[in-house]
């Protein structure tokens, strides 16, 4: 076997080879701005058009509530800046386990704004406490926003609950979906978000491209001013090449996402199953029902997380210890401290997070090398 084996889909994807083949031409011959009028403008501007139906298509939004950004976290900072206070309604709300690219705007914008930010606690499976949205989204909560899926734990949030608790106060609500478009279905027609984040490179896409759902009637302030591109909403010339690629990535995604999610949870579930069996004291961090696919963050406890990492790596095999955005902190995972773990079990704490190309003789290897690694620790 290879011992090339890649476990950190979280991080980011392999790009598809139709991907890479879809962007190809728009990186060579096929150079218009899509702005422009003639003839090679407009055949830009059709293959925008095109991708903004596919990213739609994906999470069953109309293509005219796409805006295409320059990555996740811009969507994150587009979809928290946005938005304008209206009246007394000025609190923000958000949770203590999100990705830092949703945390850190939206305490910039509180403290630049002097308005009020609550973080909703959790409990110790990663899912907001049942009594925190009564007492913290009332009719002066402005914005909520909530991840749908937890990047380090794979936790799912009740999505539904949220918009709907969020809808009868009439607080403006935003999911940061980068680690469950592609993974889980949405449907933004069912689960009715105000503004939901997506980013191309979590989905075998490239990097560099990711876009922001914002439903229609809802106005948005730019964040990037200039020109008049996506409506106004985020100026600069496209990036046709990366668009068309999160386009592809986004229908292929679509077409395949129960199959792929059926055999990447029977993979993190072998895997699962063989390192606690092997490692009793293993501890699964994360909902053990209302999860993602894909993810699996397991405790070592009397091991260094970064250690063990770094030995599996020696042996080919690519894993984390939490968010990539936080690698080389030297401080555990906010999203384990706030689920309740200490600090030795959090920074005992692998992630584990898998692909549609993985493959049950990786599983078996991964799990033989870290009990090797374990043994000898």
Same mark, same amino acid.
């Given at each position: 076997m290879s011992t090339a084996i890649y476990l950190d889909h979280s991080a980011t994807t392999p790009m598809h080879p139709e991907v890479r083949e879809a962007m190809l031409p728009w990186l060579g011959e096929a150079w218009g701005n899509p702005s422009s009028l003639h003839r090679h403008g407009r055949a830009a501007r059709h293959a925008v058009d095109t991708a903004r139906d596919q990213v739609a298509a994906l999470i069953g939004a109309d293509s005219r509530e796409i805006i295409f950004t320059g990555s996740g976290t811009e969507a994150n900072n587009l979809a928290i800046h946005g938005p304008r206070l209206r009246g007394a309604r000025n609190r923000i709300v958000t949770t203590a386990v999100e990705h830092h690219a949703v945390l850190h705007p939206a305490r910039r914008r509180a403290e630049r704004e002097g308005l009020p930010l609550d973080l909703l606690p959790v409990d110790a499976e990663g899912r907001i406490a049942p009594n925190a949205l009564d007492t913290a989204i009332d009719e002066n909560a402005m914005l909520v926003s909530a991840m749908l899926v937890n990047n380090e734990t794979g936790t799912l949030q009740d999505g539904a609950t949220l918009a709907a608790h969020c809808q009868d106060v009439g607080a403006i609500f935003h999911s940061d979906a980068v680690q469950a478009a592609g993974r889980i279905p949405i449907n933004v027609r069912n689960l009715p978000v105000s503004l939901l984040s997506i980013s191309a490179h979590k989905l075998q896409g490239p990097k560099g491209i990711g876009a922001l759902y914002v439903r229609r009637g809802l106005r948005l302030d730019a964040q990037v001013v200039g &020109?008049?591109? #996506?409506? @106004? /909403? /985020? $100026? @600069?010339? #496209?990036?046709? !090449? !990366?668009?068309? &690629?999160? @386009? /592809? $990535?986004? !229908?292929? !995604? $679509?077409a395949r996402l129960d199959d792929v999610a059926r055999r990447v949870s029977s993979l993190r579930d072998q895997l699962e199953h063989e390192v606690c069996a092997a490692f009793p004291a293993a501890i699964v961090n994360g909902h053990p029902l209302h999860r993602a696919p894909h993810i699996l963050n397991l405790s070592f406890p009397g091991h260094d997380g970064e250690s063990l990492m770094l030995a599996l790596d020696a042996q080919g095999i690519a894993v984390s210890t939490g968010s990539a955005c936080t690698a080389g902190s030297l401080d555990p995972s906010h999203v384990l401290l706030a689920m309740g773990l200490d600090h030795a079990h959090a920074q005992a704490a692998l992630r584990f997070s898998l692909g549609p190309d993985n493959t049950e003789d990786e599983v078996r290897y991964v799990v033989q090398t870290l009990c090797a690694i374990l043994g000898r620790v």
């Open positions: &020109g008049p591109q #996506e409506s @106004g /909403r /985020r $100026a @600069g010339t #496209e990036n046709v !090449a !990366a668009i068309v &690629g999160f @386009g /592809r $990535a986004c !229908a292929l !995604a $679509a």
